[in-house]
């Protein structure tokens, strides 16, 4: 297994459009998470999975934000209607549902919304 | 609400010193992990702390908890330049919820 992967890696697009991001995670893991950082931040928890179902989602995520787990495999993440405050490094990252529930990250999609 | 807090938020050593990083937390967990990030690059997982008085050594760094005092510190012993890079504690909610909150990062700059 190589790990998580993210795609695309960057993203440029315009004010007003829709972006979508994949998140494929290691294969057996159960949960999995996306996450924002802005410059000089930790990243800030949007949502996480467990297996299909969405258990949690951050109380500052706008209704434009939107993701989904089908089948508990990869994952997306979908914004509308892009602002510039949605700039940011978009990480996913997946966990094991026994152990240490350490969590392992992605190399993150950057966004940048002009 | 579980709350993070690091500090220092900045800190710039010589080469060959030794500094202490401290996460603080709000609210009780028994989960605890340290990332270190490098510029422009994802986390990469150094530590996972999982009871009280628990302490682990990778090369130059040391992690411990201390659950009582909710509490975790990152020492660093006879620092290097190649350390340089921002860390960052992250707690485990335990409020019936398997999220995690990540603390506002220590970065880091080792001086030759």
């Known amino acids: 297994d190589t790990g998580v992967s993210q795609d695309p890696r960057h993203k440029i697009t315009k004010r007003g459009q829709n972006v979508t991001f994949r998140c494929d995670p290691i294969?057996?893991?159960?949960?999995l998470y996306w996450y924002r950082q802005t410059l000089g931040q930790g990243p800030e928890f949007l949502t996480y999975f467990q297996n299909e179902a969405q258990l949690e989602k951050s109380r500052l995520l706008s209704d434009r934000f939107s993701a989904e787990r089908p089948k508990g495999s990869f994952s997306t993440l979908e914004i509308q209607r892009t602002e510039q405050g949605d700039s940011a490094m978009y990480l996913c990252a997946s966990s094991s549902l026994t152990g240490f529930y350490e969590q392992y990250f992605g190399p993150g999609t950057r966004l940048t919304v002009t | 609400e579980l709350k993070v807090e690091q500090n220092p938020l900045f800190l710039s050593m010589q080469e060959g010193k030794n500094y202490t990083i401290y996460c603080n937390y709000s609210?009780?967990?028994?989960?605890l992990y340290w990332y270190r990030q490098d510029p422009g690059k994802s986390l990469e997982s150094l530590f996972v702390?999982?009871?009280?008085?628990a302490v682990k050594q990778e090369g130059r760094l040391m992690a411990s908890l201390d659950t009582k005092a909710r509490l975790s510190t990152l020492h660093i012993t006879a620092a290097v330049h190649d350390l340089s890079a921002t860390y960052f504690c992250a707690v485990g909610s335990t409020s019936g919820t398997y999220k995690y909150i990540f603390g506002t990062g220590t970065r880091l700059k080792v001086l030759a």
């Open positions: 702390l999982l009871s009280n008085g």
């Open positions: 609210t009780t967990s028994d989960r």
């Open positions: 294969s057996e893991h159960n949960r």
